[in-house]
């Protein structure tokens, strides 16, 4: 089912649905990195004029389902208490590269082990996914690359026009939603089919061990500064740590919240183990790393890059080290490698 919805029939739409939060890219005033600048980020979108369409988020969806803090537990002395659990149906507005992001998230915290981790779960079965076309990419974008510039696992598709919003139906629960609002009407959804950022991605099987030790490494130890601005606005990194914070007003006391917080593998203590072993001290053994896990071992596993091409980390960084150049020269070495006849 498609539909035109005019901005009023829209915002009459978000106003009327009970026991439902839409979620999307909103402006925050001044936010930004300078008391000039806004932020675009995810929060909630209460009228047509809340959502942003002509931006990238810096943090992506991933802040909504796996928050930056979160609390697991609180001790209260004898007993242990769980965060209350909300059931608010979300409506989560994103483009096709944040989609394919939640499904890397979704194979790690709900298909990596022997259960699902509970807490990702219990916020993943509220969502509800709408696809914002995204015709035309941003400049750093390299969706194409990675295979994210289409997608079909979502409820609904969203296209912004003068007057509105043109909407494709896909899933019963949003024909229920909809069911009586707006003009039926036609349209295709479009995908990019060509991105700024010329990126190429070597194949798995040729990405031999000499890769791991090449001097190329070198340069990001002398330019990143570990500030892990490209952990943290990415949709698919995935690590935290967990840290039990005491409330109490001595060393004894009994009173403590256990919570996890996001980390990164370019930050500085990620890697610290017990009796003061640490690995990968050089960032540039930590770039290699990142880079591995992105378009080898999680492919190796799942079959699909890790890197959905989203060009968030190129955007943030602010040494201008750029993700999608890097996998550029890990494929130049492998090209090269393949023209070189073995000694
Ligand atoms: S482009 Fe960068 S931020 Fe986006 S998914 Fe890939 S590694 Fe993460
Ligand atoms: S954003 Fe740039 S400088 Fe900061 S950790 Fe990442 S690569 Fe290094």
Redesign the pocket.
């Known amino acids: 089912m498609k539909k035109l919805l005019q901005k009023d029939e829209f915002d009459a739409l978000l106003s009327t649905s009970s026991g439902v939060q839409f979620l999307g890219p909103v402006r925050l005033k001044g936010r930004g990195r300078f008391s000039d600048t806004d932020l675009i980020k995810y929060g909630q979108i209460k009228s047509f004029t809340d959502i942003v369409w002509d931006s990238k988020t810096y943090l ?1 969806a991933k802040e909504l389902i796996l928050p930056i803090t979160e609390t697991l537990l609180d001790f209260t002395g004898t007993t242990v208490v769980q965060p209350p659990v909300e059931d608010a149906i979300l409506v989560l507005f994103l483009r096709a ?1 944040d989609i394919h ?1 939640i499904e890397r998230l979704d194979a790690i915290f709900l298909n990596n082990g022997p259960s699902p981790d509970p807490y990702y779960k219990q916020k993943r079965d509220r969502f509800k996914l709408v696809l914002m076309e995204c015709a035309v990419p941003f400049d ?3 969706c194409v690359a ?1 295979g994210t510039n289409t997608v079909s696992n979502f409820g609904a598709a969203v296209r912004c026009i003068e007057d509105g919003i043109l909407i494709d139906i896909r899933d019963e629960w949003f024909t229920s939603q909809i069911a009586g609002s707006g003009t039926d009407t036609e349209f295709e959804l479009q995908f990019p089919q060509q991105n700024g950022a010329d990126v190429h991605v070597p194949h798995i099987k040729e990405m031999q061990e000499q890769l791991f030790t090449h001097e190329m490494w070198d340069e990001y130890s002398k330019r990143c500064i570990a500030c892990g601005r ?1 952990n943290t ?5 995935s690590c935290f740590s967990v840290h039990d914070i005491s409330y109490g007003h001595d060393s004894n006391s009994k009173i403590a919240r256990r919570q996890r917080v996001w980390d990164g593998c370019h930050l500085d203590g990620f890697t610290d183990m017990a009796g003061g072993a640490a690995f990968r001290i050089e960032c540039g053994s930590r770039m290699r790393f ?1 880079t591995f896990h ?1 378009i080898y071992d999680y492919r190796k596993r799942y079959g699909v ?10 955007d943030v960084c602010p040494e201008y080290i750029s ?2 150049n890097c996998i550029n020269k890990v494929n130049d070495l492998v090209n090269e490698s393949r023209s070189t006849p073995d000694e």
Do not use: L, Q, W
């Open positions: 992506s590269c992001a750093s974008c390299f990675m490209c606005s990415c949709p698919t990194c990142k992105k890059n890790m890197c959905v091409g989203c060009g968030r980390c190129d993700f999608a």
